[in-house]
């Protein structure tokens, strides 16, 4: 099988240190391979992406050396399938709109009868409120602006009922990396797992009509993706992942989830951390060679 591997920023800001550490080491994995190295542009969240961004961030990767096959995948090009994925996959029958804010949520899972919250991938894990009664094979019904949500439970039944009718079943992936506990090999999770660390995840965010979550699992299958190499920050999210290749119908590729790179404290570095910005260090007159070594590669 042919490696093949993408970097996928989000034109919300500056690449830093972190961007290009996950950068590099995706495409040195792809030359030491022989394989392919893929640049998409994850701009879904129209609202926060800018095309100067995007300029910096081709200017910055060529800087550090890195070079990629055109035309760029885009994800605002690609709405209309995210769309279609949605409507004509067995993802129709799972979800159901939801109108609650993160307040809303809050407060439902402050009443007594609900324990304690857990918190997974997306947040405070979903109490359910707007999770209708009925049984998975109505089709139900939504408007283009609403936030949609997948329905764990229902979807891990149809994936459960699909695959075999004896006993309990796992999901897994292959982890080349390393999860946030030192996870790596064969990553086996359980549909009980899934329900009540994960619960229903939004698919399609208001007004957006997908999710990162739902458009990395299409677009990966895309461009054909054989190894996924990330921050291990999205470890967890994976799991979300391999459901929805599942209830789509597509391939699990090979995961490599990355250390984060941390400042001095210790904190993750995020994108407001402008002073680790590459296009910074390259006005300080450093070298990519010097970038390599401050993220120890
Ligand atoms: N756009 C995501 C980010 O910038 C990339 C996630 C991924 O590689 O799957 O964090």
Redesign the pocket.
């Known amino acids: 099988m042919t490696f093949r591997t993408?970097?996928?920023?989000?034109p919300t800001g500056p690449l830093h240190l972190g961007?290009a550490y996950?950068a590099l080491l995706a495409y040195d994995m792809a030359m030491c391979e022989g394989g392919d190295f893929l640049l998409r542009i994850?701009d879904i969240d129209q609202g926060r992406a800018r095309l100067a961004w995007e300029a910096q961030i081709y200017d910055d990767l060529k800087w550090l050396g890195i070079c990629w096959p055109e035309p760029v995948m885009r994800q605002s090009d690609r709405l209309g399938q995210y769309r279609m994925a949605i409507e004509t996959s067995a993802l129709a029958g799972l979800i159901y709109p939801c109108g609650c804010s993160r307040a809303d949520i809050k407060e439902a899972l402050s009443a007594p009868q609900e324990g304690v919250a857990v918190y997974g991938p997306d947040g405070l894990v979903y109490p359910g409120t707007c999770r209708p009664e009925e049984g998975i094979s109505v089709k139900r019904q939504w408007n283009e602006g609403d936030t949609l949500r997948l329905d764990m439970r229902a979807a891990v039944t149809h994936l459960g009922a699909s695959k075999s009718r004896h006993g309990p079943f796992t999901f897994s992936f292959t982890e080349t990396g390393e999860g946030p506990n030192g996870e790596t090999g064969l990553i086996e999770f359980t549909p009980d797992a899934l329900i009540e660390t994960i619960g229903d995840v939004v698919l399609a965010r208001r007004d957006m009509g997908t999710s990162?979550h739902l458009s990395?699992v299409l677009d990966?299958a895309a461009q054909k993706i054989s190894h996924?190499?990330?921050?291990r920050?999205?470890f967890e999210?994976t799991k979300i992942h391999v459901v929805l290749q599942q209830l789509l119908g597509l391939p699990t590729p090979t995961y490599h989830h990355h250390k984060l790179i941390r400042d001095e404290d210790g904190k993750r570095l995020a994108k407001r951390d402008d002073a680790r910005a590459i296009s910074k260090y390259r006005e300080d007159g450093l070298t990519p060679q010097d970038i390599r070594a401050m993220v120890g590669l």
């Open positions: 993408r970097f996928a920023p989000s961007h996950s994850e990162y990395v990966d996924v190499v990330r921050g920050d999205l999210a």
